[in-house]
């Protein structure tokens, strides 16, 4: 009994129309079914005409008529394997669209008559392109992560060089790394919550200086951009902020809790189309300047880790009573908007 024929309990069709009701789900999940005859030519197609062939496949064509000549003589060659052993096979096309390649899965079964002679051959394929694309996208998602965990670690690693350095002992060496790291985490948290775009400089701020003041409001000032910067220059930006806030604890008006550290942005006169960035932090300081000019990891990331890191350069000056920072940022580290 062939599928269009009525599929009865006994006394009532409840099936009829089948084929055509087949016909219309292989549509529905985007399959596409071939039958062709063992020279090769289609006989029959259901489940709508696959994407590549928008007139439809007209009965009595070859592959080669609705697919590109090296993908078509591929399947062929591919078929007539099928036709010699009888063995069904599998097998993946490409072709190019204006949307670009799509991709299809194929399985190429025989179909036998009774006496067991091949009479055709059933062709099933269906779309993967979105699946593929999302594959790729997740591959080039992980290659990401897997380079930007790299560059996260090398920061760690210098930073525990660095304070090892010049730590007097292992509690000090604690105490000083801990903060770092939770700097560090502090920036990658606003860089991963902004999908790696990166994060503000007035986030940043937030992050990791007004942890540090009694009343953020009074005791932080900001003049001038708040530009966007990347992840890199975020995460080197967020770790100079946190030195600038632990020195001026200890040193400066952060340690008193009622003055202001004015943390404000300027454009170099350089006369360049995009010029630098010049990030500025100046606050009254009671410390010695021999014993800041000190080298210490907070002085040298500040002087050298961090403005190497960016491409651009820093100074950090001391006058009778006041500290002033300038780093300099050259504007591949961010942007305005």
């Known amino acids: 009994m062939s599928t269009e024929q009525a599929i009865t309990d006994g006394s009532t069709p409840v099936g009829v129309g089948v084929g055509t009701n087949l016909a219309k789900a292989l549509e529905n999940c985007d399959i596409s079914v071939i039958y062709q005859d063992p020279g090769g030519r289609v006989v029959w197609t259901r489940g709508g005409p696959p994407p590549w062939s928008s007139g439809g496949i007209a009965a009595g064509s070859r592959d080669?008529?609705?697919?590109?000549?090296?993908?078509?003589?591929?399947?062929?060659?591919?078929?007539?394997?099928?036709?010699?052993?009888?063995?069904?096979?599998?097998?993946?096309?490409?072709?190019?669209?204006?949307?670009?390649?799509?991709?299809?899965?194929?399985?190429?079964?025989?179909?036998?008559?009774?006496?067991?002679?091949?009479?055709?051959?059933?062709?099933?394929?269906?779309?993967?392109?979105?699946?593929?694309?999302?594959?790729?996208?997740?591959?080039?998602?992980?290659?990401?992560?897997?380079?930007r965990s790299k560059n996260l670690l090398a920061i760690i690693q210098s930073i525990a060089t660095q304070t090892g350095r010049y730590s007097g002992g292992i509690d000090s060496f604690l105490l000083r790394f801990r903060g770092r790291i939770q700097s560090l985490a502090s920036s990658q948290d606003l860089v991963t919550s902004s999908n790696w775009r990166g994060a503000r400089l007035q986030e940043l701020v937030a992050g990791q200086v007004a942890r540090y003041c009694a009343d953020p409001q009074r005791n932080i000032r900001m003049e001038g951009e708040n530009p966007y910067f990347n992840p890199n220059a975020a995460l080197h930006i967020g770790l100079a902020l946190h030195e600038l806030a632990v020195n001026s604890v200890r040193y400066g008006v952060l340690a008193a809790g009622d003055g202001s550290v004015t943390i404000s942005t300027e454009r170099s006169d350089a006369g360049r189309e995009k010029p630098d960035l010049i990030l500025v932090w100046s606050e009254a300081s009671a410390a010695d300047p021999s014993m800041l000019k000190e080298k210490r990891f907070g002085s040298?990331?500040?002087?050298?880790?961090?403005?190497?890191?960016?491409?651009?350069?820093a100074s950090l000056a001391f006058g009778p009573a006041e500290l002033g920072y300038r780093l300099t940022i050259p504007p591949h580290n961010f942007e305005n908007d």
């Open 64 to 147: 080669g008529d609705f697919l590109p000549e090296d993908e078509a003589e591929r399947l062929w060659k591919l078929k007539e394997t099928i036709l010699a052993d009888g063995v069904s096979r599998t097998a993946q096309i490409s072709v190019s669209a204006a949307s670009g390649t799509r991709w299809f899965n194929i399985w190429v079964d025989v179909d036998r008559a009774d006496s067991g002679a091949i009479r055709g051959l059933l062709t099933t394929m269906v779309e993967t392109t979105e699946q593929r694309r999302r594959e790729q996208t997740l591959r080039t998602l992980l290659r990401e992560v897997s380079h």
């Open 300 to 313: 040298v990331a500040l002087e050298r880790v961090v403005p190497a890191s960016l491409g651009g350069s």
